[in-house]
């Protein structure tokens, strides 16, 4: 996936070759080389975010988009840059976490750790659209008139047109991901209960503190630069857990997998549209994730209808 998301489409890239090289190169590395690295890396945090959140809530809906964690993330990018003025990485970086970590607290104060699907869902659906909202004000009543359309694609997942600089937000989102593996194996015990993980060494209270902020660093770092990308952290960590034969804790690393590869594929798709035409990502993810998000959903009623 990494050498398609380099390469394709080749054709355009190797006629510039011949014409001019170093015009090629700099297109191959400043163009190509940082869409490369958010689709895959901005895939493998989803999917390892929400691998985490299923295995906190022990509930198979808790992604980082239904949590509401991704709508908060984008509302503090956009108050950081429209109207705080702060356009940096690092600090758009720091301002999406900070919205993040706020609805994740606020979807625990709501719903608890141990809700039933149903309320987790409601839950993360009125902070969704209550983020959403506030962002489409903000960009609203921004100082800058062209604030909304600057945003428009941002919003809805992009990775065109980013820089070897903005691609660097992948770091401390990389190392909260690593800090996430290695809590993999506690996150397993968890899944026997609390009292049972905390016979086991496992301390509850803070894993869960812990997890929860490093979610919120993670994905608050990509939402900064690639905006809101939907579905991925809910597909990646289903498929992963298959895979793992129900082990949350063990699911991580194959999610970050999947949706590194979920992610890099719906990108490669966007580039299929016409010319003069742009496909967001993360409008071809969210087609692509309903689906399974209602299958999800008839699975869970019959289940419980008796």
Request: glycine letters at 10%; aromatic letters at 4%.
């Amino acid at each position: 996936m990494a050498v398609l998301e380099l390469c394709v489409p080749l054709a355009p890239l190797r006629a510039l070759a011949r014409l001019d090289p170093a015009l090629a190169r700099e297109i191959f590395v400043e163009l190509r080389l940082p869409r490369a690295l958010l689709a895959l890396g901005y895939g493998a945090v989803l999917g390892i975010c929400g691998a985490a959140l299923q295995a906190l809530f022990a509930n198979p809906l808790a992604s980082p988009d239904l949590t509401g964690s991704s709508s908060g993330a984008a509302l503090g990018a956009v108050a950081a840059s429209a109207w705080l003025g702060l356009t940096g990485p690092l600090a758009l970086g720091f301002g999406a976490a900070t919205g993040a970590l706020l609805a994740l607290l606020l979807l625990l104060a709501l719903a608890g750790r141990r809700a039933d699907p149903l309320t987790m869902l409601l839950a993360g659906l009125a902070i969704s659209l209550a983020a959403g909202a506030a962002t489409t004000l903000a960009l609203a009543l921004a100082p800058s008139p062209f604030a909304f359309y600057e945003a428009f694609s941002w919003l809805l997942g992009d990775f065109a047109d980013r820089s070897l600089a903005q691609a660097a937000v992948l770091l401390p989102a990389a190392g909260a991901c690593a800090l996430l593996l290695a809590r993999s194996r506690a996150l397993d015990r968890l899944a026997l209960g609390e009292d049972v993980a905390a016979s086991l060494g496992v301390r509850t209270g803070r894993l869960r503190r812990e997890v929860v902020v490093l979610v919120a660093v993670a994905v608050g770092a990509c939402v900064a630069v690639g905006g809101a990308v939907g579905f991925i952290g809910l597909v990646a960590p289903v498929l992963a857990r298959r895979l793992t034969r129900g082990h949350p804790g063990r699911a991580l690393l194959p999610a970050g997998l999947l949706g590194a590869l979920l992610l890099g594929l719906a990108d490669l798709l966007s580039r299929l549209a016409p010319l003069g035409r742009s496909i967001p990502p993360g409008a071809i993810t969210a087609l692509l994730g309903t689906p399974l998000f209602l299958w999800l959903l008839v699975q869970m009623r019959w289940r419980l209808t008796p």
